[in-house]
């Protein structure tokens, strides 16, 4: 019983041999001649090059990164929708405005000028505020579970400065409509 014992964790040890990558077939071939010369009783079974060895045991680390990146790129775009509706309809809002100061003689690229930066503010406080929400939610986890870490700070610059350009082309669009209507139906529009 104890010898069984003995044969099947030998069996199941694992020796790594570094091999140059092109010649794995060939190499494996020799290095089972070469331990089969020192003793042919040793079991050499269940072969793998280093990168399947790896792959398979990384396995499940690798789907659960691409799930979190998957469901994170979800919930970018839906930030996105948002920034993109929230800013339209606030753009859209001020037709009416837009349409009593062409009307009075207004530049519609002054107009277009002035819709957008007030637009680019909010958005710009908006990614301010939450950025600082970030660090101080940041900061409560470091305190939690130390061994995560600090954030990395160029990934909030980069959230940042998505949801900015998302606000800045919503604004751009909706400005550019708001300033295409006529005046008249700009002071008309409800």
Not at 135 to 154: C, F, H, Q, Y
Request: hydrophobic share 60%; charged share 15%; proline share 4%.
């Amino acid at each position: 019983m104890a010898r069984s014992a003995a044969a099947a964790a030998a069996a199941r040890a694992a020796a790594p041999i570094r091999l140059p990558a092109a010649a794995t077939v060939k190499a494996v071939a020799q290095v089972k001649r070469a331990v089969w010369a020192v003793d042919p009783a040793q079991p050499m079974s269940n072969i793998v090059t280093l990168d399947d060895y790896l792959r398979a045991s990384l396995g499940p680390q690798e789907f659960r990164a691409w799930l979190v990146a998957l469901c994170s790129s979800f919930g970018i775009l839906l930030a996105i929708i948002g920034i993109y509706g929230v800013t339209a309809r606030s753009v859209s809002e001020r037709t009416k405005e837009v349409g009593i100061r062409i009307a009075l003689g207004g530049h519609p690229w002054s107009v277009w000028w002035r819709l957008v930066m007030a637009s680019l503010r909010a958005v710009a406080a908006g990614a301010a505020i939450g950025a600082g929400i970030s660090v101080a939610v940041d900061s409560g986890i470091v305190k939690l579970l130390p061994e995560l870490g600090r954030g990395d700070w160029r990934l909030r610059t980069a959230a940042a400065a998505v949801m900015i350009v998302a606000g800045a082309v919503a604004a751009i669009v909706a400005a550019r409509q708001a300033i295409s209507i006529e005046p008249v139906r700009a002071l008309r529009a409800d």
